[in-house]
């Protein structure tokens, strides 16, 4: 016979709520009902709405997570998600808590933020939602100076390494080999491809990224969203307001948030008015004329990470040809396959549209 003395009883609605989502909303606060809202790859997700011990009523956006990259995924948003209401209030729903219980098939993970209703539509204006988002790298900085992050993150179901390190070129190094690890655990043997890996980690990081910190040249760590794309991007409904979600952050070079922005599934962040009103802010780092070949190897992350989560995508045949295209200009190796500029769709400005998550 199921248990349900673990459950909150009386509630409207067909999503059940465990005591443990309960307990991390303000003392007293009563569920109203609970339904399922928005579609997610890899979580559950939930409305649920409330009577806070003020009478006043609210309502807050729940995401359940289950299994692989489960725990880094809810407390890794909490975290990001804090920091970054904190520093630009508004421009990520508030977060509230997270934590986990037991369920016969295991441990399931929750995050609980604010419930907002979006627009996923269209687009944000380019100058407003690129002040906002400088504002977070200038102001959001490493406590403690160094590139990581205090708690494990995830975009996905990938687990990132966030070990504090002095070093960008170390700490992007570590988080790349994540992705090529789990890319190789989910898609078939490639030897051409394993061998452009290894020249991009061993050769090309750190002849494209040690010159960032090099010859009296620095970047200072700073708050990344970590997954920075349409699909995590809305409008409020009732402010108007651009609002990210599903941040899974690092104390970062700011300019790796802009990867995905290169990236087959960008549909209007590959504009270059994004980029053009972001860099009224924020220059590019020095060296200045290397900013595109950084864009490539940070869209390189972004588009195994897509590969790792999507088996048999494309993905992973157009970070091959970026890895040929860097190799060639930073680290050559008679022994790779040549960069085909035809595969290439920063070249070709060829995309493949993505059908975006819904948090409404």
């Avoid at 992050?149 to 988080?175: D, H, M, N, S």
């Avoid at 070079?253 to 087959?264: A, D, I, L, S």
């Avoid at 920063?346 to 948090?359: D, I, R």
Wanted: proline share 8%; charged share 20%; hydrophobic share 35%.
């Amino acid at each position: 016979m199921a248990d349900y003395s673990n459950w909150v009883v009386g509630i409207e609605g067909n999503f059940p709520v465990h005591q443990a989502v309960l307990d991390v909303m303000p003392p007293g606060t009563k569920i109203i009902s609970a339904e399922p809202s928005g579609v997610s790859a890899w979580t559950k997700t939930a409305k649920i709405s409330v009577t806070l011990p003020d009478g006043k009523t609210k309502k807050y956006f729940l995401k359940l997570a289950f299994g692989i990259g489960a725990k880094p995924l809810t407390e890794g948003e909490f975290h990001s998600a804090s920091i970054i209401y904190a520093t630009v209030p508004g421009l990520v729903p508030q977060a509230t808590g997270y934590g986990s219980y037991s369920t016969p098939k295991g441990t399931m993970y929750f995050y609980l933020c604010d419930f907002h209703h979006m627009d996923l539509r269209t687009a944000p204006e380019p100058r407003s939602f690129a002040a906002k988002l400088a504002k977070l790298h200038r102001e959001a900085v490493s406590p403690i100076g160094l590139f990581g992050f205090p708690v494990p993150t995830a975009c996905g179901i990938i687990e990132r390494t966030v070990t504090w390190e002095k070093c960008w070129a170390t700490l992007f190094k570590y988080q790349l080999e994540d992705v090529i690890n789990f890319d190789n655990n989910v898609n078939a043997p490639w030897p051409e491809y394993d061998a452009a890996c290894k020249q991009v980690i061993n050769e090309v990081i750190p002849r494209l990224l040690l010159p960032l910190q090099s010859e009296g040249r620095s970047i200072e760590p700073v708050l990344v969203h970590g997954d920075l794309w349409e699909g995590n991007l809305g409008i409020d409904m009732e402010t108007g307001e651009t609002i990210m979600f599903d941040p899974g952050s690092t104390y970062a070079h700011n300019e790796m948030e802009f990867g995905t922005w290169r990236c087959t599934w960008a549909y209007y962040l590959n504009s270059s008015s994004y980029m053009r009103a972001y860099q009224q802010h924020i220059e590019p780092s020095e060296p200045v004329d290397q900013w595109d070949d950084r864009n490539r190897l940070y869209g390189i992350r972004a588009y195994l990470n897509d590969s790792a989560g999507h088996p048999g995508s494309p993905s992973r045949q157009i970070a091959y040809n970026d890895m040929l295209y860097l190799c060639e200009q930073y680290a050559p190796l008679d022994s790779l396959e040549r960069y085909s500029p035809e595969k290439d769709i920063s070249v070709t400005g060829a995309y493949v549209p993505y059908v975006t998550k819904q948090l409404e």
